[in-house]
């Protein structure tokens, strides 16, 4: 299992418009994602940036899975032109740090 953070940032003005675009996924693009591993996937939101964490059994081969999708290309045509493309992270962001598993002894 692979838990994964990425960043990615709004055009100026397109807030809400995002925010209702993902308030409701349509239940086949749900599906798809299920279907290429992925567990579950969280967006916050601080003004334009968006930051998300995805729970994923391979990252590598759920973007393989969802880009040959029809349904990511059409995704991809709306949710893109709402992003700062040149300033968003392209891919998984570099763990940092993580609180260690505690174990009682």
């Known amino acids: 299992m692979q838990v994964i953070g990425l960043h990615t940032r709004l055009r100026p003005g397109l807030e809400q418009t995002y925010e209702r675009i ?3 996924l349509a239940p086949e ?5 299920r279907d290429s591993g992925v567990r579950s996937w969280h967006i916050w939101r601080d003004g334009l940036d968006l930051f998300h964490t995805v729970v994923c059994e391979d ?3 759920m973007e393989a899975a ?3 999708l029809e349904l990511t290309h ?3 045509d709306i949710i893109h032109p709402m ?3 040149a300033v ?12 260690p598993a505690h174990t009682s002894t």
């Open 22 to 24: 993902h308030a409701k």
């Open 29 to 33: 693009h749900e599906q798809a994602l």
């Open 59 to 61: 990252w590598a081969g």
């Open 66 to 68: 969802m880009g040959s």
């Open 74 to 76: 059409r995704w991809h």
């Open 83 to 85: 992003l700062d493309l």
């Open 88 to 99: 968003s992270q392209r891919g998984p962001l570099p763990l940092v740090w993580q609180l």
